[in-house]
């Protein structure tokens, strides 16, 4: 310690020299006669900081690259080992055992053991471990117990090859690393906070690092990603190899049990169902979405279900649990890795080519072990059968001195071992003076020559798969997920996950009010206007009659300004709700009419609907969500060189533009008032809608299937593989089951025809029918436990071709059309046959001629953006005469 003081005082001198002189001023002020000390502890720190966060880093919080395995776990697996009989061991041994090896305490050895045993790879558990579905804790340790799994012990351990190190007390040996055979570190995954750095490695299928394994050693390409126990969905878009900076989503699985009833099954990773259960009640009682009760039924697999008031769309609940909920949540990996005594940050691509290298490199160490074990035994089988065969053994009988025996059997060999591999040592000679006369006596020497040749066909296999290693070791990874591969097949679901808007899933039970006259919006005016239910992270759209227009926030009281003529709430991208709007311009007196929508804009920032001049006025204005087009009765003030004074306006025949342009020119003259003589109809082109297979949702953006123009009366047929037929809107927020088999735009006069086996009558039936009541879902197969859904087609005239399962029978086509007449949903149908139906193939259907529709001119949504894009801002009429009585349309 003073030679650490020496050297700090050596290289801060003018520290030294303020530090003398505060020490004198201090001894001159005491009265006593003791001395202070000051003891620096800057490079105490300095150093002992260091050490401590080395020591966490290697010793306790990451994992080593070679065996995957942090020191108390490496511990542990050795404990299990020494101790390992066939039987299980209370776990309460195990943990006081490898104190023996852990310089800490036995919570935290107990706590790791737990956590092995959860990922059910490397220990056979016995009693009650918890449950990592539900977060229930493991019973105490002394009365659970455990023992090393079958896998465990062919792939962790070999104590020839391993390398030791001696205890923190010095009183024993434990291994540096354990020759695990495998990606032991991908499979189970590591989570660790040390000092100035985290470790997070998400676990991976088990099958899949195998295939990975294989594919690297055969010089292919591959990409491994999570799995997780607790299965759930999981987007891996962003993964980035698992390195820092990337990203997964993961989610709950979600079904709708009955139209007031979701179920959650599954779980996203690192969560619990009490977590996720308080996530979901807390959202309720913020108001984000709307839930009437929550049921865990939770034992072996996950079941809560969420059961919904009436009213409450179970699709939006759904979207909404995603977005408000634990149901959806964020990991980002971070794999940090010890190699070489040192942490570093790799990929998880690059953790799986060094693993399935060291696994390489223990393997070709184990058959090196192998070859020289047996290469001793044929050595020394062929010694002894060399020293008995020609009775070298009676040379040593004259001999008094132990060195003369052991020169008599040397010189008597000599003759004989031409042949032997390697030199003859004195240990090889004293061994052979260790047989007993016993074995000489009886010794058989046809046994003897084909033990030495059983040898030799085993050394000859041992040299020929380190000739071929590579492809020993493909066998080896194959053996492996053969014996150990059943029932790991992967949980978790791989999908794209779609982008939720919150603000569309959001309940809104918060109450909108206005006071137009004011100019105040917010949720604490009761008293005045209401204008419709709200959330707190909605926006508010507001024009007023000086033609000005902003987007504010949901709050309990804002000035947005005097005169309102309409709020509602904002939709961000909707280019379906257009505004018709007439005014009048402030500086020329004009009177412009406009049609436009707005799908996006600032917050609290004013727009100007009109030219901007000074005593601008809307005269008329309406709000369309589906783009209808009214006919207005226009009037004029009274003036003696004006001909007509009222006219008929109607909206349809003028353009929808963007909300900045002038607009069309009404008239020049006073206008006196505007009344609405006809409701309009909508004047949008019915919107395409696509199913993203990948995702499992619908769309307007042109991903996946086109399924076809959907107006506001059209609907979706879905059938799925039990049986259930309905249709429903074609809303974007939809969630489809797994097990959907048809998806199409509904045409009611469209008919269906099905294949399906009648449990209880053991035979197949063919029916054609169609939907009799929109609304309702309906089962086409009857209850029965045998029952299912053969196949099913929506094709006008359907062909197919049945294959028997028995060989004598031949195939048949089916015409659906002339087999059976169309029947109600409920009919059996006909009776197709009782023989087992191997598959039915559907043929090319026959020519159906759909009759034509007549079309209605409409305008093109979807190509209106580009329009407005090469559309001038200054539009001008084309036909208006001077007196403004015509105008365009």
């Not at 542990?76 to 104190?99: E, F, P, W």
């Not at 059997?409 to 032997?420: E, F, R, T």
């Not at 039936?765 to 436990?785: C, G, L, Q, T, Y």
């Not at 006909?830 to 039915?840: D, F, G, R």
Request: net charge neutral.
């Amino acid at each position: 310690m003073q030679e650490e003081n020496e050297n700090i005082e050596d290289q801060n001198p003018l520290e030294n020299e303020q530090n003398d002189e505060l020490d004198n001023e201090n001894l001159n002020e005491t009265d006593s006669a003791q001395e202070e000390t000051i003891t620096k502890v800057t490079g105490m720190y300095k150093e002992w900081f260091l050490d401590y966060a080395s020591y966490v880093i290697l010793e306790r919080a990451v994992p080593a690259i070679d065996d995957g395995l942090k020191p108390v776990q490496r511990r542990i697996m050795q404990s299990m080992k020494d101790l390992d009989d066939g039987r299980y061991n209370k776990v309460a041994n195990l943990v006081g055992h490898t104190m023996q090896y852990h310089p800490h305490g036995d919570a935290s050895i107990g706590d790791a053991l737990v956590q092995l045993g959860q990922k059910e790879l490397l220990i056979d558990m016995q009693g009650n471990w918890g449950n990592i579905l539900t977060g229930d804790r493991a019973a105490a340790s002394r009365y659970i117990e455990a023992r090393l799994s079958k896998f465990a012990l062919e792939v962790v351990f070999n104590p020839k090859i391993t390398k030791w190190q001696k205890t923190y007390d010095g009183r024993r040996k434990e291994p540096i690393d354990l020759p695990v055979k495998f990606p032991l570190l991908l499979a189970q995954g590591a989570e660790g906070i040390a000092v100035g750095l985290s470790t997070k490695i998400l676990p991976h299928n088990f099958n899949e690092l195998i295939d990975a394994s294989i594919k690297y050693l055969n010089g292919r390409g591959f990409k491994i990603y999570p799995d997780f126990l607790t299965s759930g969905i999981a987007d891996i878009s962003n993964y980035n190899d698992g390195k820092r900076g990337g990203k997964i989503r993961v989610r709950a699985k979600i079904s709708q049990l009955d139209k007031k009833t979701l179920v959650i099954t599954e779980l996203p990773f690192g969560n619990t169902t009490n977590i996720l259960i308080s996530s979901i009640l807390k959202a309720n009682d913020k108001g984000k979405i709307k839930i009437k009760k929550i049921e865990d039924n939770t034992a072996a697999t996950v079941e809560i279900l969420v059961h919904l008031p009436a009213g409450i769309s179970p699709d939006k609940t759904i979207d909404a649990l995603y977005s408000f909920t634990n149901c959806e949540t964020s990991i980002s990996p971070n794999a940090c890795i010890i190699e070489n005594n040192k942490p570093i940050f790799i990929g998880v691509t690059e953790m799986l080519k060094h693993t399935t290298d060291h696994t390489v490199d223990l393997i070709k160490q184990e058959l090196e072990i192998q070859l020289n074990e047996l290469q001793e035994k044929w050595h020394f089988a062929s010694l002894e059968r060399i020293f008995i065969e020609k009775r070298i053994y009676r040379d040593m009988e004259e001999e008094e001195t132990w060195e003369g025996v052991i020169k008599a059997i040397d010189k008597g060999l000599k003759p004989h071992i031409k042949h032997l591999k390697r030199t003859i040592t004195e240990e090889d000679i004293i061994r052979l003076t260790e047989i007993r006369i016993k074995k000489i006596s009886k010794f058989d020497i046809d046994k003897a020559k084909q033990y030495i040749e059983t040898l030799e066909n085993q050394i000859e296999v041992i040299k020929n798969h380190l000739a071929n290693l590579i492809t020993y070791v493909i066998n080896y990874f194959k053996n492996l997920k053969s014996k150990y591969g059943k029932g790991r097949e992967r949980k978790t679901e791989l999908r794209t996950f779609e982008d939720i808007i919150a603000t569309k899933v959001v309940i809104r039970n918060t109450k909108l009010y206005v006071n137009k006259k004011d100019g105040f919006v917010g949720t604490s005016l009761r008293k005045d206007e209401f204008v419709a239910n709200c959330s707190d992270i909605d926006a508010i759209i507001v024009f007023k009659s000086d033609g000005k227009m902003r987007l504010t926030k949901v709050d309990a009281k804002t000035f947005v300004g005097k005169d309102i003529i309409h709020i509602a709430i904002f939709k961000k991208g909707d280019k379906r709700t257009i505004y018709n709007l007439i005014y009048r311009d402030g500086k020329a007196g004009k009177t412009f009419m406009k049609r436009f929508f707005v799908s996006s804009v600032s917050r609290d920032k004013e727009y100007d609907l009109t030219m901007g001049n000074k005593g601008s006025k809307i005269l008329y204005f309406s709000s369309n969500p589906n783009g209808e087009a009214e006919i207005v009765t226009l009037y004029l003030r009274v003036l003696s060189n004006i001909k007509k004074l009222k006219w008929d306006i109607d909206f349809s025949e003028l353009a929808i533009k963007g909300r900045s342009s002038r607009g069309n020119t009404v008239t020049k003259f006073t206008v006196k008032k505007i009344e609405l003589k006809e409701k309009g109809k909508s004047t949008l082109r019915p919107r395409k809608i696509w199913f993203d297979e990948v995702v499992q949702r619908l769309n307007v953006d042109n991903r996946g299937d086109l399924l076809g123009e959907f107006t506001s009366e059209d609907r979706l047929l879905i059938i799925n593989q039990k049986g259930k037929v309905k249709t429903i809107a074609p809303k974007l927020t939809i969630h489809f089951d797994s097990d959907m088999i048809v998806l199409e735009k509904w045409i009611p006069n469209k008919p269906i025809s099905a294949i399906h086996f009648e449990g209880e009558k053991e035979r197949y039936f063919v029916k054609r029918f169609m939907i009799e009541n929109p609304s309702k879902e309906e089962i086409i197969i009857s209850d029965h436990a045998k029952s299912f859904l053969e196949i099913v087609t929506t094709d006008y005239r359907p062909m197919a071709e049945i294959v028997y399962s028995k060989r004598s029978l031949d195939n048949q086509n089916l015409n659906f059309e002339e087999f059976i007449a169309i029947k109600g949903i409920h009919a059996v149908g006909n009776q197709l046959t009782a023989e087992k139906i191997k598959q039915v193939n559907l043929l090319e259907p026959l020519t159906y001629e759909e009759p034509k529709v007549n079309e209605i001119e409409v305008t093109d949504q979807e190509t209106l953006s580009a329009k407005l894009e090469t559309k001038p801002k200054d539009d001008k009429p084309v036909n208006e005469e001077e007196d403004g009585q015509t105008f365009l349309f």
